[in-house]
């Protein structure tokens, strides 16, 4: 979702955009050409209408970027930094590089976006009317006025109140202010994106059970994809209250069994894989500096009868690509670190010292023994 090729800054922000808003252009372009402006202002050629429906989808995209835009705007002015912008089917997303710090930050970031599509719907109106109390373009007026009803739905649909809509955003800072534990408020608002999820579900399940439309299929896939959503956001805060004060020297692997990045694969083989438990091991050059990590997966990537000949550095996953910790480092924010991509472990260092290792097992394991135990909060 997050994937996308970049088409450049806006306001400062880099903005990229995945290859199916191209779908939602051409979704709009045609039913706009095809149904809505030859209904509206019959008599043109079908390159007229489409142009005039490109226009409209292109102005609508432009919309969803604005809103976007202006969740950004407010989340700087509050000092969060912004990753990026990115603009897919469902719409857009700001990526942000920390959460904010008030709840009146929280509330204000969120309704920015809602406010601003609200803000464009009674533009995209106020043009429409004042064009055709003019007397001009009946199709220049169709289209404003699907452009108000679009950002009108766009805005009011956002501030519907379940995480992670806006309108779940706003919720979690009330929530927050109130009872002052922004966990707690994050998790309920995330409760109230899953009861949400659901209901969009059912209200799509019986529009398109009764008949009436096909646009039914699309309320069931909103609301399959915020409830998914809204579930993540639930785990992950659920796993945040258990990790909550956890540090990293709570977990880790004291002094992990190093690899000789020198030797051959099938020397490593021999030596290490074949007589240890793990199936990581931090690489280090012959100075002992440690170079990598190499995991199973690498190994496996070598075809048998390169092994006698490739040496374990030539695979390993170089330093700067593994996620690396500190002891005293809290442990969650390091969790999201470990993905299968860049070995599934975090090198722990002190300075410049290989300290530790800190494995998805050991994760799972600590969590699982923590949710047992009594007196814990998760
Ligand atoms: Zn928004």
């Known amino acids: 979702m997050r994937s996308g090729i970049p088409v450049g800054r806006?306001?400062?922000?880099p903005v990229r955009m995945n290859w199916s808003i191209l779908v939602m252009i051409w979704l709009f372009a045609w039913s706009l050409a095809s149904a809505t402006l030859p209904a509206a202002a019959p008599g043109h050629p079908p390159a007229i209408y489409w142009l005039a429906g490109i226009c409209g989808a292109v102005l609508l995209i432009a919309s969803v970027l604005a809103h976007e835009i202006m969740h950004a705007v407010i989340?700087?002015?509050?000092?969060?930094?912004?990753?990026g912008?990115?603009?897919?089917m469902f719409g857009g997303v700001a990526t942000f590089t920390d959460e904010p710090k008030t709840p009146a930050a929280d509330f204000r970031i969120a309704a920015a976006g809602p406010a601003t599509s609200l803000v464009l719907a009674a533009a995209f109106g106020g043009a429409s009317a004042a064009t055709a109390a003019l007397g001009l373009g009946p199709l220049a007026v169709r289209v404003g006025w699907w452009l108000a009803g679009v950002n009108l739905l766009l805005g009011v649909f956002n501030l519907l109140p379940g995480a992670p809509l806006d309108g779940g955003r706003i919720v979690r800072s009330i929530l927050w202010s109130r009872s002052k534990d922004r966990l707690k408020a994050t998790v309920?608002?995330?409760r109230a994106g899953v009861v949400l999820g659901?209901?969009?579900?059912?209200?799509?399940l019986l529009d398109f059970l009764t008949g009436r439309n096909l646009g039914g299929i699309w309320t069931i896939f909103i609301g399959w994809f915020l409830l998914s959503a809204a579930r993540g956001e639930q785990q992950q805060a659920g796993l945040r209250r258990l990790l909550e004060g956890v540090r990293v020297q709570d977990v880790m692997t004291r002094g992990p069994r190093t690899a000789p990045g020198w030797f051959t694969l099938d020397n490593f083989v021999d030596q290490y894989v074949m007589s240890q438990p793990h199936s990581a091991f931090p690489v280090t050059d012959i100075d002992g500096r440690v170079q990598g990590m190499i995991t199973l997966t690498q190994l496996r990537a070598v075809p048998a009868e390169h092994?006698?000949?490739?040496?374990?550095?030539?695979?390993?996953i170089p330093l700067e690509r593994v996620p690396r910790a500190e002891p005293s480092q809290l442990l969650?924010?390091?969790?999201?670190?470990?993905?299968?991509?860049t070995g599934g472990r975090v090198l722990v260092f002190e300075g410049d010292r290989l300290v530790g290792i800190v494995t998805r097992s050991d994760l799972s394991r600590y969590v699982e023994v923590r949710s047992v135990s009594p007196g814990s909060r998760g």
């Open 188 to 190: 309920g608002a995330a």
């Open 198 to 204: 659901v209901l969009l579900i059912a209200l799509g």
């Open 75 to 83: 989340a700087r002015a509050h000092g969060i930094g912004v990753e």
């Open 307 to 316: 092994r006698a000949t490739t040496r374990v550095s030539d695979v390993a």
């Open 10 to 13: 806006f306001f400062g922000f």
């Open 85 to 88: 912008l990115t603009l897919w």
């Open 332 to 341: 969650i924010d390091v969790f999201q670190q470990i993905t299968p991509d």
